[in-house]
């Protein structure tokens, strides 16, 4: 099984642009990723994808590869699959670029679900981890996801899900982590479809997934790491690598 991880990484942060090229530890954070990404030693290639020659010229400087995306995308997903049509390749692995904690035992467990998936019945597999803040679980940045019995998701949402209607039932949740294992297939037939309606209300790029009959195997990790979407989760990061 041939597996790479791909690095979308786009300068224009809505809420915290150029947040890639900020410094961490005497590093931009995207090389930080990169570097984290290389260093599990999973993958048989790693490849940042970004529409910016600053960011291009970050990761050549320490020998790693770059593909410039050519137009345009929505969505990660779309990124990258320009990125992968004429490579030869089992399965990509999508590492965020604002993950500069990314670990091994994580994306391993990633892998692991192809490798067991002999019927052929996964097409993505992604993280998710416990929360249990009432605060968190409420905040619309928070994607939440249900899973059937088998692990297979069911939804994601913004929305507290599920809902806490019956009070003497401890209900679980939590959270998506946007790190990605796609078959490449998967992957091609994402840029073909076009946004659905739940989609297009939730702004949430997995529900494409699920609302063309993609099945996705979550993982269940404990390991939360550090997502760098504003300025401060960027001191938190810096506090974190000292």
Known sequence: MKAIAMIPA?????????KLLQDL???PVIVRTFEATLATGLFDEVIVVTD?????KAITGVGGSVIMSKGQHETGSDRIAEAVEDLEVDVVVN??????FTETESLSK???VFRKDTEGEVDLASLMTPITDPEEIKNPNTVKVITDQRG???YFSRAPIPYPRASDIVAKYFKHKGVYAFRKSALMDFRKLPIGPLEAAEKIEAIRYLE????ISMV?????????DTPEDLERAKAAWQ
């Not at 910016?52 to 291009?56: A, L, N, P, T």
């Not at 590492?95 to 500069?100: A, F, H, K, L, R």
């Open 152 to 154: 297979f998701a069911l």
């Open 95 to 100: 590492v965020q670029g604002d993950e500069p």
């Open 52 to 56: 910016h020659e600053e960011i291009q």
């Open 220 to 228: 269940e990790t404990r390991v939360t790491g550090i997502e760098i």
């Open 25 to 27: 530890g005497g590093k």
């Open 10 to 18: 786009r300068y224009a942060a809505s809420r915290f642009p150029g």
């Open 212 to 215: 063309y009959g993609k099945r």
């Open 110 to 112: 990633l892998l692991d």
